[in-house]
């Protein structure tokens, strides 16, 4: 499948602020996961989301378009270390307020960082989104940088963490490009 062909709408501190979309899908992960060189991946774009771990860049939700029907929602990067709490709560306020309100929100995809595996906060956001019954896909990225000798025993770990069958967990690397055609593949078909 071609790169999906994404191109930057807006960014937004307020959920007023968003326009009414047709199908979103819609991307988490903690700080440092590789959401944005995911971004450019599924793109094949080179600089569409800033490869860029600074808090104050991140803080925003971006929106892209994918085509006429489909809207790609970036959300904050959660888990920043360096944030003053207050902070880190209005963003938890906004990413919350963002997944319960969003009327057209097909499929969230929660981001694990394949090399290190799921933290515990990416275990609190799979728990949150199954006791809130939203649609959610795992993907875990940097596939290239798990030693290929120490792939199945990882694959194994990461399902088991999330609670779901290794099958269930996409692996891609936004480096080497593995996975990537499949994920386009698959964010067409949750819009469909
Ligand atoms: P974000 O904070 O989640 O947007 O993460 P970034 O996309 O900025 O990536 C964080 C770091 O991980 C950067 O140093 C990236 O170069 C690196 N990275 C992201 N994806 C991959 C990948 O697929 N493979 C490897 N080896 N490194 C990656």
Redesign the pocket.
Known sequence: MPPLPLDFIQSADDLRQLPATKAEVTVV?????????????IGNRKRL?????TPGR?RLLNLFSIGEDITFVDLP?YGFAKVPESMRRDWQRMIDGYLLGRENLVMVMV?VDG?VGPTNLDIQMLDWLRAHELPHTVVA?????VKSSARNKRKRQVAEKCDLEEGDVIW?????G?GIDRLRSLIVHWVA
Not at 29 to 41: C, F, T, Y
């Open positions: 992960g903690r700080s440092n996961v590789g959401k944005s060189a995911l971004i450019n991946a989301a800033h490869v860029s771990n991140t990067g981001l090399a990225t940097k596939h290239d940088k891609v690397s936004s480096v080497k593995t």
